[in-house]
């Protein structure tokens, strides 16, 4: 195999998990906004509260229930969606 077809391979290969991780994350970005939207805005609770219950679904890894392993990833990219702008108040 050449040079090119390897790196060309190696690059196919980072793309793929890339793409699966990119979708793997926005997923759980939007399943934890909805659920701390339902949840501070619809039902009234704390900020606090329904970011921690807000948490939970997508922060699920458990290898004896079947779950992918890349649900693990969720927790981070989940986080830095429900992290208030620069100078904002993190209670509104």
């Known amino acids: 195999m050449t040079l ?3 790196q060309y391979e190696r690059f196919r290969q980072l793309l793929s ?10 997923t759980g970005g939007f399943i934890t906004n ?11 609770m704390g900020p606090v509260t329904s970011t ?18 890349s649900l693990s990833g969720l927790t981070g990219a989940a986080a830095m969606t429900i992290t208030p702008p620069a100078g904002g108040s993190p209670a509104a």
């Not at 998990?17 to 926005?26: D, R």
């Open 17 to 26: 998990e890339f793409a699966k991780f990119a979708v793997i994350g926005v």
């Open 34 to 44: 909805a659920v701390y939207d339902l949840l501070h805005l619809h039902l009234g």
């Open 52 to 69: 921690t219950i807000a948490m939970v679904p997508v922060s699920l890894h458990d290898p004896s229930l079947g779950l992918d392993r």
């Open 4 to 6: 090119a077809r390897a």
